[in-house]
């Protein structure tokens, strides 16, 4: 596994912009799948973008057009930016990594969107 670290959440007025970033360290060997998963209260954890090593990305629909995912293989860093956020946006959003060893997690950042 791997450790990942989050950084870029906080409080943004709806209509504004974050840049959340994650880097991976440790036994990063072949990272195949990067993405960005996000928990809101009382609600399961969704997934929000992924991108795999080949630069494919894939988006839920309740983001697309808004938020936009890229990685740098050589860094093991990926980069979610998110753009005309909303208050359905605030959740805590978690950085993932997968390896044929398995998944590994971020701690979590917090976004909340509010006026």
């Known amino acids: 596994q791997v450790h990942l670290v989050e950084s870029g959440g906080g409080l943004v007025q709806p209509g504004g912009s974050l840049r959340l970033s994650c880097t991976a360290s440790?036994?990063?060997?072949?990272?195949?799948?990067m993405g960005w998963y996000r928990q809101a209260p009382g609600k399961e954890r969704e997934l929000v973008a992924s991108?795999?090593?080949?630069?494919?990305?894939n988006y839920s629909d309740s983001v697309k057009g808004r938020f936009f995912i890229s990685r740098d293989n050589a860094k093991n860093t990926v980069i979610l930016q998110m753009n005309g956020l909303k208050p359905d946006d605030t959740a805590v959003y978690f950085c993932?990594?997968?390896?044929?060893?398995?998944?590994?997690w971020g701690q979590g950042t917090q976004v909340t969107v509010s006026s």
């Open positions: 993932n990594a997968v390896q044929l060893s398995g998944p590994s």
């Open positions: 440790g036994s990063v060997g072949l990272i195949n799948l």
């Open positions: 991108i795999t090593r080949a630069y494919y990305t």
